[in-house]
């Protein structure tokens, strides 16, 4: 399975998650960093997918200091665990995507993405419910590193789980499908 996008329409080019993503690459190449192509990678791809929606619930100055925060928190976490820790940018950048993560999980948790599935024979779209890639993304996350890097995250997703509700302006449009899939789900 490779997500593609969510079905929350946005209003807006996501400048800053473009910008977000340009500058996570950027640092990867110039601070070549050991090992990490594969969590930048996903950290890009999940940053690419939720980030254009929660930064289109805010203003874009708001989605910038979210992040800001959550790479600053993880930063701060990190070092505090591992003072001699020479390999930050990984740190900082989990902490964005982290605070991101965490914004889409309690604005949008009932999403869907819309992801590319092979089957032998067969490439199909399916659209898969978010939170199956929100619960998947610090398990992936957990396998790249070290427990100091985790606790990292941890502190983004923190961060992104006590700031979104004040941050956050206005909540986008449910596509029509999803508010009938929520009524039947409230009716049960």
Sequence with gaps: MFPLKDNIPTDRLPIVTILLIAGGV??????SQDGGLLRLLTDALFLGIFGPSVEDSMSRPRFLLLCVLGGAVALAVRLALDPTADALAPAAS???VAAVVAGYALRYRRA?????VLVPFMISLVEVPAWILLALWPVLQAAFGE???FA???GGLVVGLLTIRALAQRRKQVPPRLLAAQRIGAAS
């Design 26 to 31: 950027a640092a990867h190449i110039l601070l």
């Design 94 to 96: 989990a902490g964005v």
């Design 112 to 116: 869907r993405v819309v992801s590319v």
């Design 147 to 149: 427990w100091a890097l």
């Design 152 to 154: 990292a995250q941890a």
